[in-house]
Nanobody
Framework: QVQLVESGGGLVQAGGSLRLSCAAS????????MAWYRQVPGNQRELVAG???????NSADSVAGRFTISRDNAKNTVYLQMNSLKTEDTAVYYC???????????????WGQGTQVTVSS
């Protein structure tokens, strides 16, 4: 079994900052790509930022310059530093990881349960 557990969400005023964490636990061979997505009611889940095993990053235009994704491979953890938060950033944020369970199996996608981020005006 693999578990992705997010933490760090909460309520913050516009202009403030939050740091999200997602730690993978369980038995697996390797973690490849990791990413943060977000979703609001009535909308599709959208990519916020992603990071490869080697550290190459990408992010949505709406958060570029404000959000920074990083990872600690030794801790099997991915982070999302969110600065200059806007009310439009309010959503449930989900951790995503592409994980290879064994040396002989293809990688598959796993999701965390989500953490609420609410930005007030």
């Amino acid at each position: 079994q693999v578990q992705l557990v997010e933490s760090g969400g909460g309520l913050v005023q516009a202009g403030g900052s939050l740091r999200l964490s997602c730690a993978a636990s369980g038995r697996f061979f390797s973690i490849n790509h990791m990413a943060w997505y977000r979703q609001v009611p009535g909308n599709q889940r959208e990519l916020v930022a992603g990071i490869s095993e080697g550290g190459t990053t990408n992010s949505a235009d709406s958060v570029a310059g404000r959000f920074t994704i990083s990872r600690d491979n030794a801790k099997n953890t991915v982070y999302l530093q969110m600065n200059s938060l806007k009310t439009e950033d309010t959503a449930v944020y989900y951790c995503n990881a592409i994980i290879r369970m064994t040396k002989w199996e293809a990688a598959a996608t796993y999701w965390g349960q989500g953490t609420q981020v609410t930005v007030s005006s």
